[in-house]
């Protein structure tokens, strides 16, 4: 035993003494070396970064720092393949720094893999925007590469990284987010269900510049009128103690959804002096317009619309899809042992095509389930949830086309068919055919002029 530990103080002193960035990652993820090149490259100590676990996503609290997670190789070398891939993190400047790696597992036995040996450049890895790696050029690599620098450029914001995407409508959201984060003012988040408006809500709250106070949240739709009531008016009740509220914010969410009672108890309550709280709410509809058409008072929705924040359904939005999978698949890498690098093309275009009518809640629940599904290095079509396979099934056939039957006109179509059945049967004859319909003579020929059988006598 003596003789093993001395042995791997001398590997280690030899390691240190070697100029390239070398770390070592256990068999659970965990860093269990890091020689003095490789600290001074990421400006951290041997008691900071020893023994933190390394995840394929963003650091999560309990479970990785910045820097551990930017220090985790692809699924792909944690299950035993040796590859090249960029690594990095943020420092403690601000600067994003990124150095490509090499890895190699190291097996126990045939088939295990006890830990992963990274050697990394000593040079900062100058990229092009297309790729994170020559030997790294899958669509989920190139995914991971666009998240690590939003996540860098977005650092110290509450998890804006949720609205993560390059389309106007988003890009427009992000900008308004930002705005009422640095503001006191009132804001309302409009959006369909499942859009993020409560975590956008959170995101303001929480992403102040000065510290928050308390997240009071009200459910427009399930509580009732006078709990409601009740709640705004301890709120504002002057015996509060003025630190209790703070820089605190009332969540209405689903303000739009307020009964015409409800809205009037909450406009007597706000109005004559100052509410001591922020106030955001979320709605499916804007206050404003649904004012304009009588349906919502006036003078609340231009309380609570002081900055509107508009979050588009995601069909609207489906180029952020990719990146959004892959920011919900290295969320679900945070929160797991399992590591899955990303979507395969044939599952993104999957995604692509489904409707999305619970938006981005729903695409998070969606890479869950297959999250907890894959069992290779990507999620594939096999692992996506049933939901997603019976959507793609309902599209693939099409839709028949529902004729309109106007009962009448069916109706003469067929007495015409009948009466021209009869005269055939009866060679023409006019008796014959009345005889064999059940019918007189002269009810005969009305009916063959009025169905344009016979012409009408000059």
């Avoid at 679900?332 to 093309?345: E, F, H």
């Avoid at 599904?373 to 594939?380: D, F, K, N, S």
């Amino acid at each position: 035993m003596a003789r093993s530990r001395t042995d791997a103080k001398e590997l280690a002193r030899l390691l240190d003494a070697v100029a390239r960035p070398i770390y070592v990652l256990n068999e659970e993820q965990g860093i269990a070396f890091c020689n003095r090149s490789c600290l001074d490259w990421l400006g951290s100590s041997t008691e900071a970064i020893l023994g933190q676990r390394c995840v394929y996503g963003p650091g999560a609290e309990g479970v990785a720092d910045p820097v551990a997670a930017g220090l985790c190789p692809p699924p792909a070398a944690l299950r035993g393949q040796e590859m090249e891939a960029v690594v990095g993190a943020s420092l403690a400047d601000g600067r994003l720094t990124r150095r490509r790696a090499r890895f190699f597992p190291l097996r126990g036995d045939a088939e295990t893999v006890v830990a992963v040996l990274a050697i990394v450049d000593p040079e900062e890895w100058k990229d092009s925007e297309t790729a994170p790696s020559p030997a790294c050029p899958t669509e989920a690599a190139l995914l991971h590469e666009r998240l690590r620098r939003f996540r860098h450029r977005r650092a110290g914001q509450y998890r804006l990284d949720r609205f993560v995407g390059s389309s106007p409508a988003i890009r427009r959201a992000r900008s308004q987010i930002e705005l009422a984060s640095g503001s006191r003012a009132n804001a309302v988040i409009v959006g369909p269900p499942g859009s993020g408006r409560q975590h956008a809500a959170q995101t303001i709250h929480y992403g102040a510049a000065e510290p928050s106070g308390p997240l009071v949240p009200l459910a427009c739709t399930v509580l009732a009128v006078d709990v409601i009531a009740s709640t705004l008016a301890a709120i504002a009740s002057p015996r509060l103690p003025q630190d209790a509220s703070g820089h605190g914010t009332l969540l209405l969410n689903d303000v739009d959804q307020l009964a015409p009672e409800a809205q009037a108890e909450v406009a007597r309550l706000l109005a004559g002096k100052r509410f001591p709280l922020r106030i955001l709410a979320t709605a499916r509809e804007d206050l404003i317009d649904l004012a304009r058409q009588g349906k919502y008072r006036e003078d609340l929705a231009t309380a609570f619309s002081t900055l509107v924040i508009r979050l588009p359904p995601l069909a609207e939005r489906r180029g952020d899809i990719p990146v959004l999978a892959q920011h919900f698949v290295e969320e679900a890498n945070a929160r797991s042992g399992k590591q899955v690098a990303g979507l395969s093309a044939e599952a993104l275009d999957r995604l692509d095509a489904y409707p999305w009518p619970g938006n981005v809640d729903e695409l998070n629940q969606v890479i869950d389930e297959a999250h907890r599904a894959a069992e290779g290095v990507e999620i594939v079509v096999g692992d996506l949830p049933s939901s997603v396979h019976l959507a793609h099934s309902a599209a693939a056939r099409p839709r028949r086309h529902e004729e309109t039957i106007v009962l009448e006109e069916f109706l003469a179509r067929i007495e015409r068919e009948l009466l021209v059945r009869a005269l055939r049967g009866a060679k023409g004859n006019k008796t014959k055919a009345a005889r064999l319909l059940g019918m007189t003579r002269p009810k005969l020929y009305r009916r063959l002029v009025q169905l344009g059988l016979e012409e009408p006598p000059q």
